[in-house]
């Protein structure tokens, strides 16, 4: 399973502007997510990390490089089809605002299966809804919720496809320690029990600890590496890191 | 503060462009409809009067009393150097059907001359057996200089003559304009030797008035000079203007409700949508005052700019449609008044500094926390404002209701009718102000159906189109306005239309044969009733001599119509529905119920018709039939009318099986048309329809610009959920899914506003119909063409307004949705 990438990327490159303003945000990366593992990125602040999140889940266009979700390559694809791939095969869950607020929570989690046309399986919608624990708050709406139950409506949409990879930018970013943690722990469970592969930009050490790996990003290169990471290890090679930078 | 403002506002240019063209579309209708209200009343003044006269001797009212000798005197008068004498007298040009074309003809006959009465328009003056047409007779008649034209005289002779050419006629202090005139050589054996003012020429320097006003002693005769019947024919004019800009006053109240409606929500928006924004500068230390007015002085500069554009553009489509909507043969003047402008600008600054106010209020009210909230702009506070405005609506509908109901009667006086319509206005504003939870209680069930059944556009859709009533309500509001409008005047079309039918074949059978004046207004000739009677086949006829009338009662005084009818005839040929007593005109005089109830008069009462020139008519009232306005509202006994009436025969009705041999009789007659009762409902429809069609194009302009209000507002709340949409396409909605979603909250928003604006208009047209035809208040006839065209034009309408902004919603960046505004 190691060895057998859901999403990988080669010699990315993504250039923002050009001329004064030019900013090269990813250098040449390569970089591969394996199956069934939990992995976090970080690095400092510009450094590229949603970048690369956004280029390897298909939601924006590398300017160079290649990007492969499972087989298929992301830049032969039509915006049609880069549309059904997201749907069907990426979950996403952003910082915040992840949500249409006309949508029950319920409608929110079910949101692309509805636009697939697909009715929810049952089996797995209820292990989900039980695991992100929102059971009692189904059919309320986002602005009735709390900024943590949002995010884990938010998590529970990303998982209800089944899908290769989960993507998550920052998701606990405005989150206090303890809706953070519920939300790690859902992410934890959805690979550990759901066999999903879930890949996380994250600035807290303590978030990255509860990865199966690290990757560390600087000036839009990958520069470091770290697996079954802990806490203190993580601040160990950001301080090292920025150290570096300086 | 200030700068921030600003900072933000132009970071947000593409608002502001909408809120922009929301002003300047509203000021642009309201402008336009004033240009062309204040140039249509000026058309009536200066083009075509004269002034070039020295002196005028007149008759009163236009009445050809003056002769021959009187103008021979004239012009020998010392000093003068030319007299012409006006002929008038009756003339009729025949059309190519060969009955005479319609129009004034009893004055329509006149002698040309070098006065300056006639500006040529085409052709040359006419010779012996020549005669110039004015412009629209030769047009209506299908003639051009060269064509032979026959010309019915007074008396009933005819004559034939070649068009010589065509004029325009300019007018002397206050006169009716003739169509035919004849050479000056020809114009006395042809019209006679009566004028109706002699026009006189004195040499420069010359005092002559004193001896021509010795001359002219005779009673009713008048001298005035050329100033003198300029200032008259101004004044006339100006009256005509008045009352003109009068009946295009509702027009421009129309205009200035729906603009008024497009930039307040416009506005409205654009303040909502900044919400986040307030809250911020609230949080870091601005205070409510700066806030607010910081928020007016935007306004206001955005209303000015936006009014100076849709002021230039107003008077542009104004002189544009003027021109374009006159016919040619028409004077125009093109007038743009300081008023039209003046409103323009109130409207531009007034209506947006107003909506401005309220929405600076609440802006001013966001509390500093609401920065800190994700979805900062649905919801938000105003709704306690809401709530008066419910409240408000709620009684203003009410006692609209009531009032109505309490006067559904029949039988209304002249007091009631008034309240009645009154009351439906007022209900109908109710419904404006009840808007937005109308469109929260009608579509919230849509909603929660569609989410139920419907897939995710559906569902997006309806919930997008209750997510926030207010702002759905205000967008169909104009649509509301419009298309109610038009909706109850085709109620009282429809209505009208089917209820004078209803008279009109209640009460003349269909197996009658009709003869009529062919220039509409004419009384039929003398000889017109004995020759039909006298037709094979005829067995037996009456005749309608229709006439408004003086009436006293004991109630007052006032005007009615009347037809003085032979009582066999009325029962024997005509069947009237008598309601109550008898229709026995031997007896005394039938009325029409409504009128009755207007007049307040019943059975038994005794009333007194003033015919002009003769001694009251005093009648009881025997009988109550049905009848509408149009119809004749009294019948009364032939023998009983003034000499003077009894001849002037407006309507032959005549049974037996003699059509064609009637046909036969008045072949050779222009002056009668020969139809029947079908032919006469036609031609009535046909007049009243093109009133209509004029109705219609007036409001459906309004409709139009509540169009472009459907647009902003779509195009700015996919501006202002642009987030959603990145959420939804990161998602993986595709772009299609996004259009379609956009179009469907579109075509509910416009389907909303059309129902309840056909639903509003079909109840106010009910009002309508019952105040002004005296109709039961629910028997009104539905305009099923109207108001299916109207289903299907807010269908449409609703996916031509969604085009551009579900274009822009579907365009959007998937990233919107991570990358912070
Ligand atoms: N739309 C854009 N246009 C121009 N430059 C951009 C854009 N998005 C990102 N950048 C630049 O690209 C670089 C990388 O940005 P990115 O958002 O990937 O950083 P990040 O690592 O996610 O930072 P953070 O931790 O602050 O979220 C930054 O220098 C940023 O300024
Ligand atoms: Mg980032």
């Known amino acids: 399973m190691q060895n057998q990438p859901a999403a990988r990327a080669r010699a990315l490159t993504k250039v923002y502007g050009d001329g004064d303003s030019r900013v090269v945000a990813l250098s040449s990366v390569d970089v591969e997510f394996y199956s069934g593992r939990f992995t976090a990125i970080m ?204 | 503060m200030l700068r921030a403002m600003l900072r933000d506002l132009r970071a947000h240019k593409g608002r502001i462009a909408m809120t922009l063209v929301a002003i300047v579309l509203g000021v642009t209708f309201v402008v336009a409809t004033l240009v062309i209200s204040d140039s249509t009343a000026a058309s009536f003044t200066g083009a075509g009067t004269r002034s070039d006269v020295d002196l005028a001797v007149r008759g009163p009212e236009e009445q050809p009393i003056l002769t021959r000798a009187d103008v021979d005197r004239l012009a020998g008068v010392p000093g003068v150097t030319g007299a012409t004498g006006v002929l008038v007298a009756r003339a009729a040009v025949v059309g190519t059907d060969g009955k005479i074309i319609p129009g004034r003809h009893a004055t329509a006959g006149t002698g040309w001359d070098d006065t300056g009465r006639f500006a040529l328009t085409e052709g040359r003056a006419p010779a012996r057996g020549e005669a110039a047409l004015s412009r629209s007779a030769a047009s209506e008649a299908g003639l051009t200089p060269g064509d032979e034209a026959r010309i019915l005289l007074p008396g009933g002779r005819e004559t034939r003559v070649v068009v010589a050419g065509t004029f325009d006629y300019r007018t002397l202090g206050v006169e009716s304009v003739p169509e035919v005139a004849f050479a000056a050589s020809a114009a006395g054996e042809l019209l006679g030797d009566s004028y109706t003012r002699v026009e006189l020429a004195a040499a420069p320097g010359t005092q002559v008035s004193a001896a021509v006003r010795q001359l002219t002693t005779a009673p009713g005769l008048t001298v005035s000079t050329g100033e003198e019947l300029a200032a008259e024919a101004r004044d006339e004019a100006d009256s005509a203007a008045r009352s003109t800009r009068e009946s295009l006053l509702a027009f421009v109240a129309v205009a200035l409700l729906v603009a008024m409606f497009v930039i307040a929500n416009t506005f409205t928006m654009l303040v909502t949508q900044r919400v986040r924004q307030f809250a911020l500068l609230r949080a870091v230390g601005a205070s409510r005052r700066q806030v607010r007015r910081t928020v007016l002085l935007e306004a206001a500069a955005l209303g000015f700019a936006g009014a100076t554009v849709g002021v230039v553009a107003g008077v542009a489509l104004g002189l544009l449609g003027m021109w374009a909507f006159t016919p040619a043969d028409e004077p125009v003047t093109y007038a743009v008044s300081p008023l039209a402008v003046g409103i323009g600008y109130a409207v531009g600054i007034g209506v947006t500094a107003v909506a401005a106010w309220g929405a600076s209020r609440r802006a001013a ?299 036969a009789a008045f072949l050779h007659r222009p002056d009668v048309a020969v139809t029947d009762r079908e032919g006469v409902l036609a031609e009535g429809i046909a007049e009243f329809q093109l009133l209509l069609s004029v109705m219609y194009a007036m409001f459906g302009a309004a409709i139009v610009i509540a169009v472009f209000g459907v647009i902003n507002t779509l195009a700015l709340s996919v501006i202002e959920r642009s987030r959603e949409v990145g959420v939804l396409r990161a998602v993986g909605a595709t772009r299609r899914l996004v259009r379609r979603t956009v179009r469907l909250e579109s075509i509910v928003i416009c389907g909303y506003g059309g129902v309840l604006g056909i639903v509003v208009g079909l109840l106010f047209g009910a009002v309508m119909q019952h105040v002004m035809l005296g109709n039961p208040l629910f028997e009104f006839g539905a305009p099923m063409l109207v108001v299916v065209i109207s289903l299907a034009g807010m269908v449409l309408v609703g996916v031509l307004s969604a085009m551009w902004p579900a274009r822009r919603a579907a365009k959007t960046d998937v990233l919107t949705a991570v990358r912070a505004d």
Request: charged residues 20%; aromatic residues 4%; negative net charge.
């Open chain 2, 365 to 663: 009210a966001v509390p500093p926390i609401a920065a800190l909230r994700l979805d900062a702009t649905s919801g938000g506070p105003g709704h306690r404002g809401g709530r008066v405005r419910a409240v408000a609506g709620a009684v203003l509908l009410l006692v609209g209701v009531l009032a109505v109901a309490l006067l559904s009667g029949e039988g209304l006086s002249t007091t009631e009718r008034v309240l009645c319509l009154a009351a439906g206005v007022v209900g109908w504003l109710g419904v404006l102000l009840l808007a937005p939870l109308l469109a929260a209680v009608v579509l919230r069930p849509v909603a929660r159906l569609a989410g139920r059944r419907g897939g995710p556009v559906a569902r997006l859709a309806t919930r997008g189109a209750v997510r926030d009533p207010r702002r759905t309500a205000a967008t169909s509001s104009a649509l509301l306005v419009g298309l109610a409008l038009v909706c109850a005047f085709a109620t009282l079309g429809e209505t009208m239309v089917s209820m004078s039918g209803a008279a009109v074949r209640t009460t003349v059978p269909a197996d009658a044969t009709i003869l009529r004046s062919a220039s509409g207004d004419d009384p039929l000739g003398a000889d017109v009733l004995d020759r039909a009677r006298a037709t094979p086949g005829v067995d037996r006829v009456a005749a309608d001599r229709y006439t408004l009338v003086g009436i006293t009662h004991a109630g007052g005084t006032g005007r009615t119509s009347v037809s003085a009818i032979e009582p066999a005839g009325f029962t024997g040929v005509l069947t009237p529905r008598i309601v109550e007593g008898s229709g026995d005109l031997r007896r005394g005089v039938v009325v029409g119920t409504n009128e009755a109830a207007m007049l307040g008069v019943g059975l038994g009462d005794e009333v007194a018709f003033e015919f002009p020139g003769a001694p009251p008519v005093r009648q009881e009232i025997v009988g109550m039939i049905d009848t509408i306005e149009g119809q004749p509202l009294f019948y009364l006994d032939v023998d009983r009318a003034p000499a003077a009436l009894r001849d002037r025969v407006t309507t032959v009705y005549a049974m037996g099986d003699a059509r064609a041999a009637l046909d």
């Open chain 1, 43 to 246: 690095g400092p602040s510009g450094s590229g990390k949603s970048t690369l999140m956004h280029c390897v889940a298909g939601l924006d266009a590398p300017t160079s490089g290649e990007v492969f979700l499972g087989d298929a390559e992301l830049a032969d694809m039509t915006d049609n089809q880069l549309t059904a791939l997201r749907r069907d095969r990426v979950g996403f869950v952003f910082q915040a605002f992840n949500l249409l607020p006309t949508l029950t929570a319920w409608e929110n989690i079910t949101l692309p299966l509805d636009l697939a046309g697909r009715e929810p399986d049952r089996e797995l919608a209820d292990a989900i809804v039980d695991a992100v624990g929102l059971r009692d708050r189904l059919h309320h709406r986002p602005a009735q919720l709390s900024g943590g139950q949002q995010q884990r409506v938010a998590c529970a949409r990303a998982l209800i496809t089944n899908p290769d990879v989960v993507f998550a930018d920052e998701p606990t970013g405005a989150l206090d320690s303890r809706s953070s943690a519920d939300l790690l722990d859902l992410l934890r469970t959805s690979v550990d029990r759901f066999g999903r592969t879930v890949v996380m930009v994250t600035h807290e050490p303590a978030a990255a600890a509860y990865a199966d790996r690290v990757l560390f990003l600087a000036d839009g290169r990958l520069v470091d590496e770290l697996t079954a990471p802990t806490a203190d290890r993580v601040l160990d090679r950001m301080k090292h890191l920025e150290r570096v930078a300086v």
